[in-house]
């Protein structure tokens, strides 16, 4: 086997590796791994442009051109792939009655040692306080968009912080203990509209508008324990904002994949701790 050969085939595997290590957190879709494999192939050429990697047998810089050249278009491309219309598979959840199809979609589930009062109780005591790398993914995002001041971490939960029409997000529905439903909404183009009711939310139809909503939902698990699941889904009103708003969230997604995920693996942390403790 050749030098070349050997390190594509280490590049392969770590590659692969990465994936299996960020399905945990970000479940793979096809849109967003087809957006990072091209980031990836368009440094891999723009290096290759500037020094040849003679070691992967790349050898001249035209060829890097080349390959700089199909990531870009593959960048293009998972930009600019139509975003299908869905709906969900799954038995009736009350976040269904907001937004029962949908553009943009993210699923989380984890079984919980727990029974599910203890991890209702749990919804409603974890903070951000508890979700440091949640924070640091906040305040990166915040950065990106020109936001120096970072501010104080709120003690409280952030079901309770969520429930504050301040924060830009809106309580749908919290009837029923074991799930709750909230949302958001915005314009493509303009500040967010000024949205604070689940009646508003399910009458907002402005064509450049998008509407949010997520949920956590505790439900009994077969084999014993507790299924928390969270699922947060994305409606555009129109097509200019359906287009505009695919990108975006295309480039987001892992960063909101991982909030989420160490969302509910800080409720199962706590949960398993007042359980253990009973």
């Known amino acids: 086997m050749n030098k070349p050969t050997l390190w594509w085939r280490l590049i392969a595997v770590a590659v692969l590796a990465a994936l299996l290590v960020l399905n945990r957190y970000a479940p793979l879709q096809a849109e967003f791994v087809a957006l990072y494999a091209g980031l990836g192939i368009a440094l891999l050429g723009l ?122 997000f809106l309580v749908l529905d919290a009837s029923d203990p074991r799930e709750f439903v909230g949302g958001m909404v915005g ?6 509209p000024p949205i604070h009711t689940p009646e508003q939310f399910l009458a907002f139809k402005d064509p450049d508008g998008i509407r949010v909503a997520f949920n956590l939902h505790v439900s009994e698990a ?9 699922e947060t889904r994305v409606v555009c009103n129109g097509d200019a904002s359906r287009r505009l708003f695919a990108g975006y969230w295309r480039v987001i997604y892992p960063g909101s994949a991982i909030i989420r995920r160490v969302w509910l693996d800080a409720i199962t942390d706590v949960a398993q701790k007042a359980a253990r403790g009973a």
């Open 222 to 230: 077969a084999g014993g324990g507790t299924r928390l699941t969270s």
């Open 187 to 192: 314009l493509a183009t303009a500040p967010k």
């Open 47 to 168: 290096l290759c442009v500037l020094v040849p990697l003679r070691f992967l047998g790349i050898r001249r810089r035209v060829t890097g051109l080349l390959v700089l050249g199909a990531g870009v278009l593959v960048v293009a491309a998972a930009l600019a792939w139509p975003a299908p219309t869905l709906r969900s598979l799954r038995p009736h959840q009350r976040i269904d009655d907001f937004v029962p199809s949908y553009s943009f979609y993210e699923f989380h589930e984890t079984h919980v040692n727990a029974p599910p009062d203890a991890v209702v109780a749990a919804m409603h005591r974890v903070g951000l306080a508890d979700l440091p790398a949640a924070v640091f993914l906040m305040r990166v995002r915040g950065m990106a968009a020109g936001h120096r001041d970072a501010g104080e971490i709120p003690r409280e939960s952030l079901l309770d912080l969520m429930s504050r029409p301040e924060t830009g």
